[in-house]
T-cell receptor
Framework: AQSVTQLGSHVSVSEGALVLLRCNYS??????LFWYVQYPNQGLQLLLK??????LVKGINGFEAEFKKSETSFHLTKPSAHMSDAAEYFC????????????FGAGTRLAVHP | NAGVTQTPKFQVLKTGQSMTLQCAQD?????MYWYRQDPGMGLRLIYY???????DKGEVPNGYNVSRLNKREFSLRLESAAPSQTSVYFC?????????????FGPGTRLTVL
């Protein structure tokens, strides 16, 4: 069965510092992987997705993620954090086939302090 | 385009009461989904509708029913609310059947069952 593990329910960084949010997946078939962001009191918005093309995926707001099959990871990074990046981030995996039923991780809340 | 809309935004129920959460999308999408979000658990799929006229159970369907009224609308009904159903409910929609297509989320309904 597919599953997603996000290491660290809370991450705190200084403004201008590197952001690294960790995601590991478990899948018996080639996965499709997504990162979503949720700002306070809002729905989820897609940041980026891996669809088996390039392993380094660039998303919105300067975020990117690298698919590493050997490590079963899809970590999200941003070189320089901004105060507006404070939000909750969800990693999700989808089966190859079916109707895109997403399996979400528990989420990581990112705090950015001055 | 309004995207995915949900009503109501907030609701408080007493145990045993019933209610229907409404969801509509104006993107001509085929697939629609209902998720619940609980602290530390990410989003979990309740029901989904791959296309108009079809519905299927997700990960946590017990205590819920759904209706795909037409292509635009997908409602979620709680027949006899329980405190365990206190949660934030999100509706999502997706256009294509391919797994790599993006799900678009509504703003959520925050439900409290006393």
């Amino acid at each position: 069965a597919q599953s997603v593990t996000q290491l660290g329910s809370h991450v705190s960084v200084s403004e201008g510092a590197l952001v690294l949010l960790r995601c590991n997946y478990s899948s018996s078939v080639p996965p499709y992987l997504f990162w979503y962001v949720q700002y306070p009191n809002q729905g989820l918005q897609l940041l980026l997705k891996y669809t088996s093309a390039a392993t380094l995926v660039k998303g919105i707001n300067g975020f990117e993620a690298e698919f590493k099959k050997s490590e079963t990871s899809f970590h999200l990074t941003k070189p320089s954090a901004h105060m507006s990046d404070a939000a909750e981030y969800f990693c999700a995996v989808s089966l190859s086939g079916g109707y895109n039923k997403l399996i979400f991780g528990a989420g990581t809340r990112l705090a950015v302090h001055p | 385009n309004a995207g995915v809309t949900q009503t109501p935004k907030f609701q408080v129920l007493k145990t045993g009461q019933s209610m229907t959460l409404q969801c509509a999308q104006d993107m001509n999408h085929n697939s629609m989904y209902w998720y619940r979000q609980d602290p530390g658990m990410g989003l979990r799929l309740i029901y989904y509708s791959a296309s108009e006229g079809t519905t299927d159970k997700g990960e946590v369907p017990n205590g819920y029913n759904v209706s795909r009224l037409n292509k635009r609308e997908f409602s979620l009904r709680l027949e006899s609310a329980a405190p365990s159903q206190t949660s934030v409910y999100f509706c999502a929609s997706k256009g294509l059947a391919v797994v790599t297509d993006t799900q678009y989320f509504g703003p959520g309904t925050r439900l409290t069952v006393l």
